[in-house]
């Protein structure tokens, strides 16, 4: 059976790989891709989808989103300085040709709407893998769009360490508003990947040398994203071989091999938006006596083999 999605991302390394894996496994139909600020300015992450898709030759629809958060003026603190010790490691435009396909007129926000809203809409599974703000934009401009949405995966959100801050990590930091503002709208079924699940999947050189024996774009083109993160992931005095994790990526693994995620809670979840130092955390409620329902179910850890055969799979085909 195939599943179809709409990816919401901010292209970024890990963002490309995932649109690769989405758009080319056949159990999965890819209907749009918009695009939001984050891992680089706006004009970037639309520039970086068209390229991707234009690298394999896809005519999937892509829409340009949110240029900024929804309250905050640019990010809780500037872009540079959050960038500022490795500049390299998000450059602003992916390695690939410029794109020649142009991203549609409509809006991120109107195609999100007009999507979920359409007949037939509400079986198209959501996956989000930037900061949310398109999909609070969405829910705040058209009140039934919650109850419409089937399915919603996200990456974001750490319960252990945090990636900008002790506790925060950068999609949920980027935008803490837009973050609440979706995990409160009701919609029914939501599934997390935080950095604990993400961080334990991770991929590694070996990974990249059987993504470019596989050969397509789709694979060569990953498994140079790939190198490129571990060359400019910090080091973790615990690694025992060079890896890095290609967060936005396991999203698209868990939809087809939901297997992929060997450890998952349900919780209730919300999103630090006033905290002095935890801007943006994630406070998973697991506590069997809370009284608030449940709102999502968070992955805590997940399996690199799965994870790696997937996207074989996928760039194969
Ligand atoms: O914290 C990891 C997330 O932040 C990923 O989605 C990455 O692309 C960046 O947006
Ligand atoms: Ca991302």
New binding site residues.
Partial sequence: MTTRLILDV?T????AVAIFAAACHPELELLGVTAVN??VALKYTIENTLRVLDHIGSDVPAFAGADRPIVRPDMPIPRHILNGDDPQFQVNELDFAPSTTPARPESAVRFLIDSFMADGGDDIVLVA???LTNLALALGAEPRLAGRIPRLVI??GARGWG??TAVA???FWVDPEAAEAVLSAGIRDVLILP?DA?HSAQLGLEDCDAFDAVGTPAATGSAALIRHRIQHYPDDPAAVRATA?V??ALCIAALVHPEVLTEVVDGTVHVETAGERTLGEMVLDTRPWRDEPTNARVALRADAQIFSRFLTDAFRS
Wanted: charged share 25%.
């Fill in positions: 901010d970024g390394t890990d963002d984050g891992n893998t930037g900061p990456m974001g990636n900008v990590e950068f999609n950095l993400t994790p967060h936005d």
